[in-house]
């Protein structure tokens, strides 16, 4: 299985940017997917993860109501969409793939490589 992200960037405070997480796997519409990031000297942490259906979502309360994150199970696509970033999201975003629908790193089997976000104030 292979997951790979990319969208992330250079933006402005406010700004917004698109997060995309391709997988390999073709029974990627039976998997729960999430993001997660990790800054620089900081643990890596949950931002938002949806069910295998794309029907039911969770986020961390530091992004909710400015991420969303969604899937397109005909393109084995999870996505990303952020808005109104604060420098505080500047990380490294990474999507995992799981079988189980949590905000615990360690419940995801499959990772991609990561994309850099910087938000500059």
């Known amino acids: 299985v292979q997951l790979q992200a990319f969208g992330g960037g250079l933006v402005q405070a406010g700004g917004s940017l698109r997060l995309s997480c391709a997988a390999s796997?073709?029974?990627?519409?039976?998997?729960?997917m999430a993001w997660f990031r990790q800054a620089p000297g900081k643990e890596r942490e949950f931002v938002a993860a949806?069910?295998?259906?794309?029907?039911?979502?969770k986020y961390a309360d530091s992004v909710n109501g400015r991420f969303t994150i969604s899937r397109d199970n005909a393109k084995n696509t999870v996505y990303l969409q952020m808005n109104n970033l604060k420098s505080e999201d500047t990380a490294v975003y990474y999507c995992?793939?799981?079988?189980?629908?949590?905000?615990?790193?360690?419940?995801?089997?499959?990772w991609g490589q990561g994309t850099l976000v910087t938000v500059s104030s």
């Open positions: 995992g793939m799981g079988r189980y629908y949590s905000g615990r790193s360690s419940e995801y089997d499959y």
């Open positions: 796997e073709r029974t990627f519409s039976t998997y729960h």
């Open positions: 949806i069910r295998w259906s794309g029907g039911v979502t």
